[in-house]
């Protein structure tokens, strides 16, 4: 997401460009043939200062003939859009959609257009991006800049989709991945797309797909291509497309036949030194601040998983070819694994952001203020990061959900159901201690302020929430998909009454004066004092 703030130049928004002082978001897929328990995964990190914490759980529907479906605007594609209620928080008012999108006196979001309505559509979570539904469809996003058009506005004339609605409507109609794809690129197509280009990881039990879209001009249809990931293999996108030959008559890659007529009509075709017509290039996706906010993440998370590749962190160009499309994992890939990637600012490279001299007092990895910086996977103002996870084991498939950044937060399981309070109906400008968003935002707050001295703590008590939880699941598999949501609502709940707990201990125990140092490589030198 964007904000017009944002440079002209963007490169990189994974939901999320946003504001200039904001940096973006970083989405993967995990397959299940490089996943150690056989689970296919995809994360997203939803990086952004005004995403709208609230998780809504959208039921299940049947409808009747003739039914249209409304197709709303969306303020995390750029900014608010007033004419039509459409504002960062709460993202939506439509209480058609979800007793969660109904908020008493505020005024209804005005759709863009509707399309016909299916006579049954699934049930899914929804956040500012759609998550997974109840087949164990999921997805993850970003926002990728272009220098051919950064940003096409909402208006009459223009398409009526944005990538968040076209994720929405493919969790409602789909179950595979594959017919997912070709579900959106026809919406894009037919209909037309706005906002700025997005990519939007598409993954079930089986296969997982790139998906990569960019508005054209005119507002009419859309640019945009698939790739599939292989099984085996890991992907990671950080706000720069990743797709580069269009190949025809590829089993791997799905896009709109007309797709290289229209790039040479438009005059944006482009092509690499083989004589490939290349998506990157022809859509200029130069990154924002490159090469160290979209590539050092792409460069990061390929060399945790294939450390043995050995690529190069630095590179000369945004469209180089030094970073394959996807890599088979140097070992099968854990959960944890995939946890601890979306916490990771470089530690032990010459890259590492609690060690340089940028680094806060107490070791941070955050920088603050409007400056550009090296962005790495963590990021001071993720809202919220999911790791949705699919196999033939689990009763249902489920979403590990951490609020704010889960390098100071704890990854809590959730089922395609019915979610908690703590995590509907939020209001980002009111503190509520009942919501999950404000428990995690305490401990998030307060561990950033000292953080070498209170990371350490905890950093453990979130590994043992998630250990207890893991097990939690392993034991529930042989419950119904109710019981199993049940189960982890419970979980849920302690989860959060723990983390209560622990911020209460933190401010008991390190009070300012008890107990905390700076971090060794900040420390001051001691008064020299002169006798008198």
């Known amino acids: 997401m964007k904000t017009k703030s944002m440079i002209a130049s963007v490169a990189v928004s994974v939901l999320c460009f946003a504001a200039s002082s904001a940096e973006a978001c970083t989405t993967a897929i995990v397959t299940r043939g490089a996943s150690a328990d056989g689970s296919a995964y995809v994360t997203h990190s939803n990086d952004t200062f005004s995403s709208d914490p609230n998780i809504v759980y959208v039921p299940a529907k049947d409808h009747a003939p003739r039914s249209m479906r409304k197709v709303y605007p969306s303020a995390i594609a750029w900014d608010d859009l007033p004419e039509y209620a459409c504002f960062s928080n ?21 759709p863009l257009g509707e399309i016909p309505e299916v006579p049954h559509t699934y049930a899914y979570i929804d956040s500012d991006y759609g998550v997974m ?20 506005e909402p208006k009459p004339g223009h398409g009526i989709f944005y990538a968040s609605e076209l994720g929405r409507v493919a969790l409602e109609r789909c179950r595979t991945a594959q017919e997912a794809v070709r579900l959106i690129g026809g919406l894009i197509d037919e209909y037309g797309l706005w906002g700025t280009g997005e990519t939007l990881l598409i993954a079930d039990k089986d296969e997982g797909w790139a998906l990569e879209m960019q508005p054209t001009p005119s507002g009419k249809g859309g640019f945009w291509i698939a790739q599939r990931v292989p099984d085996g293999e890991f992907f990671v996108a950080a706000n720069q497309f990743r797709i580069r030959a269009i190949k025809e008559n590829s089993p791997d890659q799905i896009f709109n036949p007309k797709l290289p007529k229209m790039l040479n009509e438009i005059g944006w075709a482009s092509y690499d030194k083989k004589g490939n017509l290349d998506w990157v290039l022809s859509m200029k996706a130069a990154e924002d601040y490159h090469p160290y906010y979209s590539l050092r993440r792409v460069w990061r998370a390929l060399s945790l998983v294939a450390p043995s590749t050995k690529l190069p962190a630095k590179v000369r160009n945004w469209d180089t070819d030094a970073y394959p499309f996807s890599i088979r994992p140097d070992h099968l890939l854990t959960l944890p694994e995939i946890m601890e990637l979306h916490r990771d600012a470089c530690e032990g490279t010459e890259f590492d952001r609690t060690k340089d001299n940028g680094a806060g007092l107490f070791a941070s990895p955050y920088r603050y203020g409007d400056s550009k ?7 001071r103002h993720i809202a919220y990061t999911w790791i949705t996870q699919t196999n033939e084991k689990n009763p249902a498939p489920l979403m590990w959900l951490s609020m704010n950044a889960p390098a100071e937060s704890v990854y809590i399981p959730l089922a395609v159901a019915p979610l908690p309070d703590a995590y509907t109906q939020t209001d980002r400008t009111k503190y509520d201690a009942e919501k999950a968003w404000w428990i995690s935002q305490q401990v998030t707050i307060l561990t950033r302020g000292y953080y070498s001295a209170l990371h350490p703590e905890v950093a453990e ?5 998630e250990k207890r939880s893991m097990a939690l699941v392993s034991d529930a598999a042989g419950q119904s998909p109710e019981d199993f949501a049940e189960t982890l609502r419970k979980n849920a709940e302690r989860t959060l009454a723990d983390w209560k707990s622990l911020y209460g201990n933190l401010l008991a125990t390190h009070d300012g004066d008890h107990h905390i140092d700076y971090d060794k490589s900040h420390r001051p030198k001691a008064d020299n004092v002169e006798k008198y």
């Open 373 to 379: 910086w090296e962005r790495t996977i963590t990021a």
């Open 133 to 152: 539904n109840e087949h164990g469809l999921m997805l993850g996003e970003c926002t990728n800049g272009s220098q051919r058009l950064e940003y096409l």
């Open 461 to 465: 008590a979130a590994h043992q929430a």
């Open 90 to 110: 709460p993202r939506l008012v439509a209480p058609e959609r979800a007793d969660a999108y109904a908020w008493p006196g505020k005024e209804r979001t005005k």
